[in-house]
């Protein structure tokens, strides 16, 4: 299970901010990965969110996070030209 607190208040709902607060151990498959935001607060790690819009937080520093990350981000270039 994989869960995320919401911050903010009511009054602040479009400042909407998800954070990380436990860490999945699997590692995602990266065809499904459409983005990521980095977290640094509470843990260090990385919000990678899927075609589905489902927010999935892993460790930063595993070696298969940043391929990952490489790859969403060749794909982003990708689509500008």
């Not at 909407?16 to 699997?26: A, E, F, I, T």
């Not at 995602?28 to 937080?57: H, W």
Request: glycine content about 4%; charged content about 20%.
């Amino acid at each position: 299970f994989i869960y995320f607190s919401l911050l903010g208040s009511a009054s602040s709902q479009s400042m909407r901010k998800y954070s990380c607060v436990s860490l999945s151990p699997k590692q995602l498959n990266v065809r499904n990965l459409v983005s990521y935001e980095k977290q640094q607060i509470p843990t260090d790690a990385i919000m990678f969110i899927t075609a589905k819009g489902i927010r999935i937080c892993v460790r930063a520093n595993q070696q298969w996070v940043q391929t990952a990350i490489k790859q969403i981000d060749d794909r982003r270039g990708a689509k500008r030209k």
